[in-house]
């Protein structure tokens, strides 16, 4: 059995060569007329095309609209949610700016939410037939014209989310007020609102209750959600404005936002 050497395990072996053996210095051979994107009968090679390259990439590719492309959008409505990430800047308490690639708008945080609940009401994404209890009932004294009015209208605001009871001669007690407007509605103060604006539109023709009832509600609740809004809240406020039928105003007419250009900027600033 041969021996086993354990201090070789780290040498490196060579070959020696014979003694007198003539050593040749390497060359290199270079061919200057190889040209490797020709083929071997001197035709040029095309590149092949995978089908991403193939297809039109560039328009495929495009993330953001162009200035021609973001005026529709705004005017339009067609502003998808979740398709861009708007950055948005809340400045004095009230009021949000939001910045598109040619735009600046100057947006009503409040008006903004009365806009969006409105339409919420309205496509059934909000439902007001929910009623909330309030703590301590509220007392509600009407004229005899107005009661009657009330009369009329106690089926669809009981409808809405209302709890109203009799409490003797045009005097209704307020129990329960739709449940969005949350804990701090005031029932009598929103059912005379309403009441008012019936009146008011109770012009021979039948009243849309319902439409005024919603417009209502839609502000109080803005009266409520645009006093603490995180910026998130904010931005998915302002991609809910831009999907609503009308973002410009609101359902009484108001001006929600107003626009600025990057070409109107420059101007200013010279």
Not at 43 to 68: A, C, F, H, R, Y
Not at 86 to 98: D, L, R, S, T, W
Request: aromatic content about 8%; hydrophobic content about 40%.
């Amino acid at each position: 059995v041969p021996s086993i050497d354990f201090n070789r395990e780290n040498e490196v072996e060579f070959n020696l060569l014979p003694k007198n053996t003539a050593i040749k210095q390497p060359t290199i051979t270079v061919d200057p007329n190889y040209n490797p994107f020709k083929s071997a009968n001197g035709n040029s090679i095309k590149p092949v095309k995978t089908e991403w390259e193939k297809s039109n990439w560039v328009d495929q590719g495009k993330l953001m609209p162009s200035q021609e492309d973001i005026e529709p959008l705004i005017e339009n409505e067609l502003l998808k949610k979740d398709q861009f990430v708007i950055p948005v800047f809340k400045v004095f308490g009230k009021y949000v700016i939001a910045s598109f690639e040619t735009k600046v708008l100057f947006i009503h945080i409040r008006r903004a939410i009365e806009r969006v609940y409105f339409e919420y009401m309205q496509n059934g994404q909000v439902k007001t037939g929910n009623s909330q209890q309030l703590m301590f009932p509220e007392s509600l004294q009407l004229s005899p014209v107005k009661f009657a009015l009330y009369t009329d209208l106690k089926s669809e605001l009981v409808s809405n989310g209302f709890e109203i009871n009799y409490a003797g001669e045009n005097t209704i007690n307020i129990a329960g007020v739709p449940a969005i407007l949350g804990t701090e509605a005031q029932g009598a103060v929103l059912l005379e609102q309403i009441l008012d604006e019936a009146d008011k539109s109770n012009n021979g023709l039948a009243i849309n209750v319902v439409e005024i009832i919603q417009r209502k509600l839609a502000y109080n609740v803005s009266l409520q959600k645009a006093k603490n809004m995180n910026t998130a809240e904010l931005q998915e406020l302002v991609a809910d404005l831009m999907q609503t039928s009308l973002p410009t105003h609101t359902p009484n007419g108001l001006q929600v936002f107003y626009s600025s250009s990057l070409d109107e900027i420059e101007k200013r600033l010279g």
